[in-house]
């Protein structure tokens, strides 16, 4: 029964650091979807996997991240984007054979 006491709270912190909007004041330069971290950085993050790349204050890349929340909770990283992964070549259509 303690579980059941203890479990509701963490689960209560953990929705309500997802649920943070970040501000878009940013350096120039970096990328449309960037976002600020908070000024609090987050002390607990989820372990979800959605890429993000981190910035310093100066707009430097910091490193590559898992998510947005374990970016910030790095003292350097001032701002994410998401990572966007690049889309595959298109296919090269088969060279016609002379008849």
Do not use: W
Not at 57 to 62: A, I, P, S, T, V
Not at 79 to 84: A, G, L, V
């Amino acid at each position: 029964m303690k579980a059941a006491y203890l479990a509701l709270p963490a689960l209560a912190m953990i929705i309500a650091g997802c649920t943070h909007k970040y501000e878009t004041d940013y350096p120039m330069g970096l990328p449309d979807t960037t976002e600020s971290c908070p000024e609090d950085p987050p002390k607990m993050c989820t372990q979800d996997y959605r890429p993000v790349f981190g910035y310093g204050e100066d707009g430097g890349l910091q490193g590559e991240f898992s998510n947005a929340c374990m970016a910030c909770a790095k003292d350097e990283v001032m701002y994410t984007s998401p990572k966007q992964e690049a889309l595959p070549a298109p296919a090269k259509a088969p060279e016609a054979t002379p008849e």
